[in-house]
């Protein structure tokens, strides 16, 4: 007789920022695919295959790096508690991350930085009164 155990593991939510999901979306159907696998892993709990962290945008903020013949990335951020935000989606021409890149990987992770902040006021402001 055979045993089989199913360990039922927690999805975090995916949130997507400014245009992160289009652009995504227009990534080669392969590319597509490795990314929306990618970000499964990470919704898992689980370190996609080929990651590095980027500092320079934000702490927590990885990098998610495909590689299909043409250079994709997706930045995101996957400490908080309440899902998974996908930062910037974007193809890499260069060896070098176009400081355009940064910027908006920047400018998204401040958003959900300041969005998460007036939830918290609301939410301690809604238990006072």
Do not use: N
């Amino acid at each position: 007789m055979q045993c089989f155990v199913y360990y039922l593991m927690a999805s975090k939510d995916l949130f997507w920022v400014g245009s992160a999901r289009d652009d995504l979306r227009e990534f080669p159907e392969d590319a597509r695919k490795l990314a929306g696998h990618q970000l499964h892993l990470v919704q898992l709990g689980l370190d996609p295959d080929d990651w590095k962290p980027m500092p320079s945008i934000g702490p927590g903020v990885q990098e998610i790096r495909i590689h299909t013949g043409v250079e994709h990335r997706v930045f995101y951020v996957a400490k908080f508690a309440e899902g998974v935000y996908i930062l910037h989606a974007f193809e890499k021409k260069t060896q070098r991350t176009r400081q355009a890149d940064v910027d908006i990987g920047r400018e998204s992770l401040q958003a959900v930085l300041a969005e998460r902040r007036l939830a918290a006021a609301q939410a301690k402001k809604g238990r006072r009164g």
